[in-house]
């Protein structure tokens, strides 16, 4: 039998790829690696992924805003100091007779100036005010300051989902990789025994030489799938541990999860779960709140500010000014015409009060419709699971069928091939399957709002 030009180049190709080192399965290093849960991938990545702690110190922040807020409820003190050298020569100039006559002559008896001081002069100022009409608005303000915090707080809930999420997609793409990867090395050893009977049966003329070519072909095709498979596993272990935060070459096998929960099969529930857990609903809650808060605040700039107040007062190196001035009394402050000023302002937080209420009945209908959607996703993705496992295994067992007659020789190796192409087929079919149904899983517990 005379071989063609591309025939000798393929099975030259095909004894390069055989020469090489044997692909070794058994001495995974990954075998030997602790087990890595998906519970404690999620608690690892909570306590240490990067993004999320810079968010958890944006909630840190906003309780010390809080605190300052808090301040101003209690009283003001202002310190003034002023030192400086006259550019001029100030005095005072009292005249002739102006105490009038004591013994018949007059007080002064002439005109006299006094300087009013000599080098360095000045005044000191202290101040300290009570509040006590802004208390009302201080609490207003207060309370506005503690919604935001717990606004960021929300926002952080927010970010730490996203993480759970995204190390959730991780940690299953690395589960349906090790599935994919598992088959493969099947596949593997199914080409390796269908080549080992292939030569027997070449050596006695039963087979052609061409198909156990064509065999060879398929099992380097294998060995190269599993390869690229195994490489793709740890490009996505270094994405996890990445996510978590922690080194990339860390070493793990993951776990087999559950693939049903309550909320997956009754949808009120998962509609209340979500209504209950997504922290956009409590964002949008908390907008409304704040918004009123607003809209009081600016209705409390109608109120006059009223404060209890000490007053101290020294000028600093004067000749006749009195030293000490103690005052103690009320202050009142406030601007009667404002041109409107503050109605305007009244009537537009109004309108952002009603525009926070409309948001919020928008975000929750955003909500059901998302896990509605999410939750017929994964029904879908379940049941094509389903079908794709249930493809796969008559697959196989056709196969298994197959390689029994091959062995027996009531069947030609051209059925075997194409057998095993059939099952590698079902095999990615299932694969993708799984993935979509991992994906959709994921997807539907962000929707619920889960950590």
């Keep these: 039998m005379w071989l063609t030009a591309r025939s000798v180049g393929a099975f030259c190709f095909i004894l390069l790829a055989l020469s090489s080192p ?22 690892i990545a909570i306590a240490n992924n990067r993004p999320l702690q810079i968010s958890s110190l944006e909630v840190n922040k ?25 550019l001029n020569s100030p005095s005072f100039t009292f005249p002739r007779d102006l105490f009038g006559p004591v013994n018949g002559s007059p007080v002064p008896a002439k005109d006299v100036s006094v300087q009013l001081s000599s080098g360095v002069t000045g005044n000191a100022y202290v101040q300290i005010a009570q509040p006590i009409s802004q208390l009302y608005k201080v ?58 009977i292939s030569l027997q049966y070449v050596s006695q003329e039963v087979v052609l030489k061409s ?52 909320e997956e099969i009754d949808l009120k529930v998962a509609q209340q779960a979500a209504l ?50 103690v005052a103690a009394g009320m202050e009142f402050s406030w601007d009667p015409f404002d041109w409107g000023q503050r109605r305007d302002e009244v009537k537009q937080k109004s309108i952002t009060v ?3 209420q409309i948001q919020l009945k928008q975000t929750q209908s955003k909500i059901l419709l998302d896990v509605n959607n999410h939750f017929r996703k994964l029904q ?13 295994d ?36 299932y694969e993708q399957a799984l993935l979509s149904f991992w994906s959709a899983k994921a997807e539907f517990e962000k929707a619920l709002g889960e950590e």
């Design 139 to 196: 609490h207003l303000y207060v309370r506005e300051q503690e919604l935001s915090g717990d606004h960021t707080s929300q926002e952080y809930r927010a970010a730490r989902q996203n993480v759970v999420s995204d190390v959730k997609q991780a940690y299953y793409a690395v589960l349906q990789t090790e599935s994919a990867l598992d088959a493969a090395q099947v596949t593997v050893k199914q080409y390796e025994e269908t080549d080992r």
């Design 380 to 392: 879908e993705s379940r049941q094509l699971l389903g079908v794709a496992q249930a493809a796969r």
């Design 394 to 429: 008559a697959s196989n067992e056709k196969l298994r069928e197959v390689n029994d007659k091959f062995k027996q020789q009531t069947v030609l190796l051209r059925d075997v091939l194409q057998q095993q192409t059939s099952v590698a087929n079902s095999e990615h079919d």
């Design 211 to 262: 198909e156990s070519l064509e065999v060879k072909a398929k099992l380097a095709q294998s060995q190269y799938e599993v390869v690229q498979l195994n490489n793709n596993l740890q490009t996505q272990k270094e994405h996890l541990n990445d996510l978590m935060g922690r080194d990339i070459e860390t070493p793990f096998r993951t776990e087999q999860v559950p693939t049903e929960t309550v």
């Design 276 to 325: 209950s857990q997504r922290p956009e609903l409590k964002e949008a809650e908390i907008n409304v709140q704040k918004a009123d808060y607003d809209r009081r605040l600016a209705k409390a700039q109608y109120i006059p500010d009223v404060s209890a107040a000490f007053h101290y007062l020294t000028p600093i190196n004067t000749s006749i000014l009195p030293q000490n001035i």
């Design 22 to 43: 044997p692909i070794l399965f058994a001495d995974d290093p990954g075998d030997a690696a602790p087990v890595l849960t998906l519970n404690n991938a999620i608690q």
């Design 62 to 86: 906003s309780k010390w805003q809080v605190a300052s807020a808090k301040t101003k409820r209690l009283p003001i003190i202002n310190t003034y100091l002023f030192a400086s050298g006259n």
């Design 354 to 356: 009603e525009q926070s």
